[in-house]
């Protein structure tokens, strides 16, 4: 069946680095996408979200990059830090009447000071 | 904090029995969505109220059931235990039902014995 993947499972990097996080979707339908953060314990809690119409949205130190030719799906952080340490998923909504959302297995991603 | 809350946090059942999990939503919010997380994964639809009917479901056998309350409450409800539904349960809360933000709660951590 479709899914959204990760690329890389685990994404080790310096504090004060950049940080890439790619995921790769397999929906053609798909028309809203977006970035959760979980830490330890907690709930996947909203960083960004994208529309199919845009090709790239930034927020506060984080990007979107929506790819569509090749259904690929980035998340940018600036100036890593210590807490941006935990897991991170993409999501798709397919835009079938409901709000489901589609998860991948997720990135951990690991900040060293 | 997103306003969703869940409980229990934590809850120990044997296998066979039934669990119910609750969730209060964002005042306003008049949909809920429920999913899976198992350990190392991502989470995995279950089903979804809007205006206290179901409005969608995935891949989960008819033992998981759910209510929505007018109050923005709702209940997850899991009959027939089996070890395999050991996982975090987690509720998210959305305003409009369609590609809107969902902002997740806490979870629940459900052990099954």
């Known amino acids: 069946g479709e899914s959204v993947g990760l690329h890389l499972p685990t994404l080790s990097v310096q504090e004060g680095d950049n940080s890439i996080i790619n995921c790769a979707y397999s929906?053609?339908?798909?028309?809203?996408f977006i970035w959760y953060k979980q830490e330890s314990g907690k709930g996947p809690q909203f960083i960004i979200d994208?529309?199919?119409?845009?090709d790239k949205r930034q927020g506060q130190r984080v990007t979107v990059l929506l790819n569509k030719t090749v259904k690929h799906l980035s998340l940018q952080i600036a100036a890593t830090q210590p807490g941006d340490s935990a897991v991170y998923f993409c999501?798709?909504?397919?835009?079938?009447?409901?709000?489901?959302?589609?998860f991948g297995k997720g990135t951990m991603l690991l900040v060293s000071p | 904090e997103t306003g969703v809350t869940q409980s229990p946090t934590h809850l120990i059942k044997t296998r066979g029995q039934q669990v119910t999990l609750r969730c209060s939503s964002q005042?306003?919010?008049?949909?809920v969505s429920w999913y899976q997380q198992a350990l190392g994964q991502g989470p995995q639809f279950i089903f979804q109220?809007?205006?206290?009917?179901?409005?969608g479901r995935g891949n989960f056998p008819p033992r998981f059931s759910g209510l929505q309350f007018p109050n923005y409450s709702s209940e997850l409800n899991v009959n027939a235990l089996e070890l395999d539904d050991s996982a975090l349960y987690l509720c998210a809360s959305t305003l409009q039902g369609f590609q809107e933000t969902q902002y997740f709660g806490p979870g629940t951590r459900l052990l099954v014995l």
């Open positions: 999501a798709e909504n397919m835009g079938s009447g409901y709000s489901t959302l589609t």
């Open positions: 005042s306003g919010h008049n949909t």
């Open positions: 109220y809007y205006r206290e009917e179901e409005n």
């Open positions: 994208i529309r199919s119409n845009m």
């Open positions: 929906n053609s339908a798909s028309d809203y």
